[in-house]
């Protein structure tokens, strides 16, 4: 079956850079658009990043232009999320998400509900 395993969370102070990874087991991977999502309690989840098949295309949530990289590798089967300049905000359950098809990226990939597969979290906290 397939399975999404997320890791690289843990605690960091503000400022600083955690690098999350998802590795992909039981799929064609790079039929799979990929992409990065967090959640807090009480919230709905939220769109972090998204990554083409061929790693071509990126795209990302407005909170975190410019202080995140998403890429992949598709002979490994992961896909990575750089996360830099980190803030208290950005304290969340990280979840990656596997969306198959190979066409451009447009909004449809901001939607949850848009994605077949899932990992289950990492928790990411960031200390001010």
């Known amino acids: 079956q397939v399975q999404l395993g997320e890791s690289g969370g843990g605690l960091v102070q503000a400022g600083g850079s955690l690098r999350l990874s998802c590795a992909a087991s039981?799929?064609?991977?790079?039929?799979?658009?990929m992409g990065w999502f967090r959640q807090v309690p009480g919230k709905e989840r939220e769109f972090v990043s998204v990554?083409?098949?061929?790693?071509?295309?990126?795209d990302y949530g407005d909170s975190v232009k410019g202080r995140f990289t998403i890429s992949r590798d598709n002979a490994k089967n992961t896909v990575y999320l750089q996360m830099n300049s980190l803030k208290s905000e950005d304290t969340a359950v990280y979840y990656c998400a596997a969306r198959l098809g190979r066409g451009a990226l447009t909004g449809i990939h901001s939607q949850t509900l848009s994605y077949h597969y899932w990992g289950q979290g990492t928790q990411v906290t960031v200390s001010s």
């Open positions: 039981g799929l064609t991977f790079s039929d799979y658009a």
């Open positions: 990554i083409s098949w061929s790693g071509g295309r990126t």
